[in-house]
C-alpha cells in the first residue's frame, strides 16, 4: 500500500500560481504512475493530469493543458502539480492518487485509483 499526503493549496487570487506537493510513502516501489484530481463544489471528481514514476509520459485534461504543469522527484518520492493562470473554475480539492493495478495506469476514472491522499484545498478568488 501507498501512502499520499498533498499540501501546497490555499486562496490565490486569478491569475496567479500555486504549486502543490504530493509525497508518497509505503509501498512506492509499485506506483508506476501518479495523478492529480479534483473535485469542486457540488461537482464530481475528474482528472486533472498524470506523470510515469520516472518522470515521463506527462498527460493532462483539456481544461488544465497549457497551464499546469505535472513533475515528479524521485529520490523525494515527491510529485508536484505547478499551477499557473489560475482560474476561479480551478477552486476544488486536489488529490494525488495511485491506480490499482498497472493496467489502469492511464485511466482518468477515480473509480479505477485505489490510493488517495487527503486533498488540499484551492481556492481562486475572482
Not at 499520499?4 to 510513502?25: D, N
Not at 473509480?111 to 484551492?122: I, Y
Amino acid at each position: 500500500q501507498v501512502q499520499l499526503v498533498e499540501s501546497g493549496g490555499g486562496l490565490v487570487q486569478a491569475g496567479g500560481s500555486l504549486r502543490l506537493s504530493c509525497a508518497a510513502s509505503g509501498r512506492t516501489f509499485s506506483t508506476y504512475v501518479m495523478a492529480w484530481f479534483r473535485q469542486g463544489p457540488g461537482k464530481e471528481r475528474e482528472f486533472v493530469a498524470s506523470i510515469g514514476w520516472s518522470g515521463d509520459s506527462m498527460e493532462y485534461s483539456d481544461s488544465v493543458k497549457g497551464r499546469f504543469i505535472i513533475s515528479s522527484d524521485n529520490v523525494k518520492n515527491t510529485v508536484y502539480l505547478q499551477m499557473n493562470s489560475l482560474k476561479p473554475e480551478d477552486t476544488a480539492v486536489y488529490y494525488c492518487a495511485v491506480p490499482r493495478s498497472p493496467v489502469l495506469s492511464r485511466s482518468r476514472i477515480p473509480g479505477h485509483f485505489g490510493s488517495w491522499g487527503q486533498g488540499t484545498q484551492v481556492t481562486v478568488s475572482s
